[in-house]
């Protein structure tokens, strides 16, 4: 079947950094080289929104106006991995952190509805 990991989330405070991890295996694994990435994150309440996002070729990225100067998305198609770094995280970062892949030709979409493929999940607590 094929399945996205995702890990690297904990508690930090504010001003601190960590680094998520969403790795691709089984059959995601052999189309993730192919197709867009993105992060998402959920805040209790909240829409799921958009945070970051990356071509298949890694080429271009793309990020959400709150993160943008703080969080860089990579991915090491070797490895079927791709990367969130956060630095300076503030309270309001605090969410459960979902990697995607879209099955689409092009940039990586805003909207979580053209995503396919999903991780689990990881929890990011910033205490302030």
């Known amino acids: 079947q094929g399945q996205l990991v995702e890990s690297g989330g904990g508690l930090v405070q504010a001003g601190g950094s960590l680094r998520l991890s969403c790795v691709a295996s089984?059959?995601?694994?052999?189309?993730?080289?192919?197709?867009?990435m993105a992060w998402f994150r959920q805040a209790p309440g909240k829409e799921r929104e958009f945070v970051a996002g990356?071509?298949?070729?890694?080429?271009?990225?793309y990020y959400a106006d709150s993160v943008a100067d703080r969080f860089t998305i990579s991915r090491d198609i070797a490895k079927n991995t791709v990367y969130l770094q956060m630095n300076s995280l503030k309270p309001e970062d605090t969410a459960v952190y979902y990697c995607?892949?879209?099955?689409?030709?092009?940039?990586?979409?805003?909207?979580?509805?053209?995503?396919?493929?999903w991780g689990q999940g990881t929890q990011v607590t910033v205490s302030s």
């Open positions: 995607a892949v879209a099955a689409v030709p092009g940039g990586p979409p805003r909207s979580f509805s053209e995503y396919d493929y």
């Open positions: 089984g059959r995601i694994s052999s189309i993730f080289s192919r197709y867009p």
């Open positions: 990356i071509t298949w070729s890694g080429g271009s990225t």
